[in-house]
């Protein structure tokens, strides 16, 4: 990619030497030692692409992304750390939105696909925003479904990745970092299973070819099954998940998959975006009724209208998580089918977001 510029934060000076000798054929390089000294030419001057060490030291690489995420200046910005090692780091790195992760030693060949890979991806998430803010619809969604394309590369990389080290040895069967590395291949695949289940349902639903199986349940069992597959989330993101059910039961007359996928949806986004925080989920009854509520900083004001339009997404807030605009989009049109509704509910003055399900009662409730 001619004419691009690299920022390569490097404290080992001969590293550094080497990296900017396979780099400088193909972009402009910068170099510097310390993750502030990156932080400071990123500000001034932003580059195509960030490549770091995951152990600088100071800020480190990992604390240099979050940094850069949390700036609007830079939270787009394409990132790609490396390190001698799989820890609990590089699965944070994900977590934060970095954009690849390369462990060393890494070939030639392969530092230089996977940095022009991020810089595509950045570009075209460029563009897609560009298309939006000139109300090119039918363009946007185009590049988007290029995007979601895109965006299974990155997880489907990461599993191929991890288990061709397994496989030749280079990860010992049973070590730490072997560990360290199934766990990460475990999320990454639920990860573009996700995505790929949305984006069919998504088809399915255009397509008027969703089969609704409808039985009468108790809502209070379907809301604490989601809350028990959402664990794991909850102790990624360092959360607070309160469940408050009531006494009796709650009966709907729903299909009862469906209404999983809504709640599963609703509280990835609730754990994501309210990051450090305590989400709730809540039930009642007459009419049947669940509340999702978190406290992070909430939808934006001029987002709220659009915030069920199919690919839209809140510019920057879900970088490099997997997202591609659909949940909500699927959750809204999920829950109509069921003759009940998913709202966004007004904002309050200690922030966040609520999103509120209701459904049908089940025929002995109504009597």
């Known amino acids: 990619m001619p004419g691009g510029r690299i920022v390569l934060a490097e404290e080992r000076a001969e590293t550094s030497a080497y990296l900017r000798g396979l780099l400088d054929a193909h ?20 580059p195509d692409i960030l490549l770091t060490n995951a152990t600088l030291g100071g800020t480190d690489g990992l ?11 830079t939270r787009d910005l394409p990132v790609v750390l490396y390190s001698d090692r799989v820890d609990e780091a590089s699965l944070e790195a994900f977590e ?10 890494f070939t030639t060949r392969e530092l230089l696909a996977r940095l022009s890979g991020a810089i595509k991806l950045a570009r075209m998430r460029a563009e897609v925003s560009q298309a939006r803010s000139e109300t090119k619809v039918a363009s946007a969604r185009e590049s988007l479904v290029k995007i979601a394309a895109h965006e299974l590369r990155t997880p489907l990389t990461v599993i191929g990745g991890y288990v061709s080290m397994l496989l030749d040895g280079s990860l010992p069967s049973g070590s ?18 996700r995505m790929v289940n949305q984006m069919l349902l998504a088809a399915r639903i255009d397509a ?6 409808e039985t009468t349940f108790d809502l209070r069992r379907s809301v604490a099954d989601a809350v028990d597959r959402a664990a794991g989330l909850v102790q990624i993101e360092t959360q607070e998940l309160v469940m408050t ?3 009796r039961p709650v009966m709907v007359d729903a299909d009862r998959a469906h209404l999983g996928l809504i709640l599963d949806n609703l509280l990835n986004n609730a754990l994501v975006h309210g990051k450090g925080g305590i989400t709730e989920i809540a039930v009642s009854g007459d009419p049947p009724t669940i509340r999702v509520m978190d406290h992070g900083p909430g939808v934006p004001s001029e987002a709220r209208a659009r915030i069920f339009e199919a690919f839209f997404q809140v510019e920057g807030q879900l970088h490099g998580r997997g997202g591609v605009g659909l949940g909500l989009a699927v959750s809204r049109q999920l829950a109509e089918l069921q ?8 904002p ?20």
Do not use: Q
């Not at 170099?31 to 932003?46: D, F, H, K, M, N």
């Not at 604390?63 to 200046?73: A, F, H, K, V, W």
């Open 27 to 46: 972009w402009d390089v910068e170099t510097v030692e310390t993750g502030a000294e990156a932080l400071e030419l990123v500000r001034r001057r932003p």
């Open 63 to 73: 604390t240099l992304l979050r940094t850069l995420r949390s700036e609007p200046e």
């Open 96 to 105: 934060e939105g970095v954009d690849d992760y390369l462990i060393e030693p």
């Open 176 to 193: 730490e970092r072997a560990r360290a590395g199934l766990v990460l291949v475990a999320r990454k695949t639920e990860e573009a299973k």
């Open 208 to 213: 008027k070819g969703v089969i609704r199986e």
């Open 245 to 247: 059910l009531p006494e």
């Open 339 to 346: 003759g009940g509704s998913l709202i966004l509910e007004p």
């Open 348 to 367: 309050t003055p200690i922030g966040g977001s609520c999103f509120r399900v209701t459904l049908p009662a089940s025929a002995p409730a109504k009597s």
